[in-house]
């Protein structure tokens, strides 16, 4: 498996989550039950935010957006992933894995964005609500879900080049369950010095950004709710900025443990784990947290099924 040009492999083989033949069928209907809910999950409030006119404000626009970026990822890794629970020989070929890294990237970097976004809008809306139409505006919404898509690909890109320019060893096999930064670095026969250098600058970049936006748009959000007299408006505010907080968490925690730490501090099985949050856990979870929560998504989904019963 030898080229002359990019690399001295031109497949790898993917070593999946685990080696104990006992859990391979167990955890292929776990992550196969998590995906459908997934899909379902995310293609249902698309499909339900689309079809009901009401729901079409700044913060379900976003909403929209953000179930889309989770489907796509999710898709991106988790059908991949399944195979290796069912094939001995989980094979994908080099312009595959970097294909499966620059769109995994590519989402995972509009994630980070879009929930900065979607921060900042309850920031307005709950701190600004009197000017909130004019400050959130249509054309404002657009130009952040273009800075929002624009630096997932500038994030893909700088990763993705950097790692077509390795030459990677005749050992092909890669200690993950998807073509990840980290394992592949591991593979390779030449110096990682410039990508590890890259992976600290960009990602730091794509995780300190959005938190620090994050960070002082619910400290601006909070202070707010500390002002409302009423005991039930405050709980309920806290109680939508717990769900939202924990969900940022789990997808910033999991993604700066996993990248900005040397990989010598970091074992990849415990890498595995940890990629497991961002690419299973909160794509699964958004819709609950985001939307089946919420007041206008139940009601406009029992408008919808009552419309589709009387049909």
Known sequence: MVTENTSSVTEFILAGLTEKQELQLPLFFLFLGSYLVTVVGNLGLITLIWLNPHLHTPMYFFLFNLSFIDFCYSTVITPKMLMSFV?????????????????????????????????????????????????????????????????????????????????????????????????????????TYVNELVVFIVVGIDIGVPTVTIFISYALILSSILRIRSTEGRSK?????????????????????????????????????????????????????YSLRNKDVKVALRKTLSKRSFS
């Open 87 to 191: 094939s001995r020989n989980n094979v994908i070929s080099y312009s595959g894995c970097m294909t499966q890294l620059f769109f995994f990237l590519f989402f995972v970097v509009s994630e980070s964005f879009i929930l900065s976004a979607m921060a900042y809008d309850r920031y307005v809306a709950i701190c600004k609500p009197l000017v909130y139409m004019i400050t959130m505006s249509p054309q404002v919404c657009l130009i952040l879900l273009t800075g929002v898509y624009w630096m997932g690909f500038a994030g893909a890109m700088a990763h993705t080049i950097c790692m077509v320019r390795l030459t990677f060893c005749a050992e092909n096999l890669i200690n993950h369950y998807m073509c990840d930064i980290l394992p592949l670095l591991e593979r390779s026969c030449t110096s």
């Open 237 to 289: 505010a806290f109680s939508t900025c717990s769900s939202h907080i924990i969900a940022v968490s789990l997808f910033f925690g999991s993604g700066a443990f996993m990248y900005l730490k040397p990989s010598s501090l970091l074992p990849m099985n415990q890498g595995k784990v940890s990629s497991l949050f961002y690419t299973i856990v909160v794509p699964m979870l958004n819709p609950l947290i």
